[in-house]
């Protein structure tokens, strides 16, 4: 016999459905509850399974972002193997029926079957290292787009209010300018406080500055206020978004600031993330984003596979005499995966920080490639640098002639 057990997951729970053998269903579905009772309950129905077939079922189920997270957990600690699904796989696999039923107990029968008709490898267990760096560089980047958000809502805002502010620091989102704005935000504001209590203000909030630095940059506010086209206009509301939108900003500088030391720590303790940076192009964040995305490179038997997992691999198109010219990238896997090699790409050859990587791009670019094809090019060729460089745990060494 050969056990297995098809999970649909949902938020919250599952419905499970148990096979003894091939077209041998076990009872009816199942619900499992994300719970400790709820797993508990499970765990007796894997026991039941076992002692019928004398054999230790495996479970398969799909892959559903963070919800089978607790499912997974259980499964680790209770040493069952398991094999998690690519969803377009399972996709696919329901279409072939002849009826277009979409239940999830439907589903749960539907994996059980998929289980007998294909030949999946167990999931490998990734590493506690890798998931939190992983969690961290993702909730980094989450944190980043709300913040470039943020500020582009808050320059419309300052645009109405004090638009001469702009060109007074060399960085408006310092903390310095942001903090000297939030006391100050109007042009009037500004106009009613003499130049050496503004000097003063400006002095305390940046202190690592001379008072002389301070004084000229007072100057600069006043004489940003007396040009500004909007003084003696009471807006209220603009007013109130403007702070609220400086507020905003500074914490997220604070969570980013914090996130970034978290991350920089964790990640000097994996010696793959040491690898991938000695690649000329690679800093820190992304040398961290890369790491955390793979995973442990044994996952990958194929520097093809790692090139599929990243969705970099072309697509194929031919029927009967017709084969497509015009192959565009799978996009299929980790999208990103994929965005940051294709900067890492773009670091490399800024500047020719990496020869070899620039000796290749203008290669591609000689055959007649476009710009974006000769750099998906250069990404792959970094991909399969990457997997050789891991699996042998080895710095990169610019050769010679790169030189």
């Known amino acids: 016999m050969n056990p297995v057990i098809g999970l649909d997951v949902a938020k919250g729970e599952s419905i499970a459905q148990a096979f003894l053998d091939k077209g041998t269903p ?4 199942f619900t499992v509850v994300h719970t400790h009772d709820g797993l508990e309950d499970f765990h007796q129905v894997l026991r039941e399974v076992e002692a019928k077939s004398g054999l230790q079922p495996t479970i398969i189920l799909e892959a559903t ?30 279409k072939s029926s002849l009826r277009k039923v979409k239940t999830d107990a439907v589903d749960a029968y539907s994996l059980c079957e998929l289980f007998y008709k294909e030949d999946f490898e167990p999931f490998k267990k990734r590493g506690l290292q890798l998931l939190n760096l992983r969690s961290l560089t993702r909730q980094h ?10 500020k582009l809502q808050f320059q419309a805002v300052l645009d109405q209010v004090f638009p001469e502010y702009k060109g007074v620091f060399g960085d408006l989102y310092s903390k310095v300018s942001l903090r000297t704005l939030l006391e100050f935000p109007t ?6 406080v003499t130049e050496a209590k ?6 305390e909030l940046c202190k690592s500055r001379s008072e002389r630095w301070s004084r000229e940059k007072a100057r600069e506010i006043i004489a940003a206020a007396t040009r500004n086209p909007f003084r003696n206009v009471l807006l209220e509301g603009y007013l109130l978004s403007l702070k609220m939108y400086i507020q905003m900003i500074l914490q997220y500088q604070e969570h980013l600031s914090h996130l970034e030391k978290t991350i920089d720590a964790l990640a000097e303790e994996i010696e793959e993330y040491k690898i991938i940076q000695s690649i000329p192009g690679v800093g820190e964040k992304i040398a961290a984003t890369i790491i955390s995305e793979i995973g442990e490179i044994d996952r990958f038997n194929h520097p093809k596979k790692l090139v599929a997992f990243a969705g970099i691999d072309p697509s194929v198109h031919s029927s009967g005499k017709f084969t497509a010219t015009i192959n565009r990238i799978t996009k299929r896997g980790s999208s990103r995966l ?4 294709y900067c890492a790409v773009e670091c490399g050859l800024r500047k020719t920080r990496n020869k070899r990587l620039k000796t290749f791009y203008d290669k ?8 974006k094809q000769a750099v998906i090019a250069c990404v792959n060729k970094l991909i399969h640098w990457i997997y050789v460089l891991l699996k042998r745990k080895e710095l990169f060494v610019e050769r010679k002639h790169d030189l």
């Open 187 to 192: 042009a009037d504001s500004v106009l009613n």
């Open 26 to 29: 076990h009872g009816k579905q």
């Open 65 to 94: 972002g963070h919800y089978h997270a607790p499912i997974i957990r259980f499964l680790d600690d209770q040493n069952y193997v398991y094999i998690m699904v690519n969803p377009l796989i399972a996709y696919s696999a329901k």
């Open 364 to 371: 591609k670019r000689a055959e007649g490639k476009p710009y």
């Open 338 to 341: 994929r965005h940051t090699l």
């Open 141 to 150: 980047a989450a944190i980043t787009r709300l913040s470039v958000q943020t």
């Open 198 to 203: 503004l000097t003063k203000r400006v002095s």
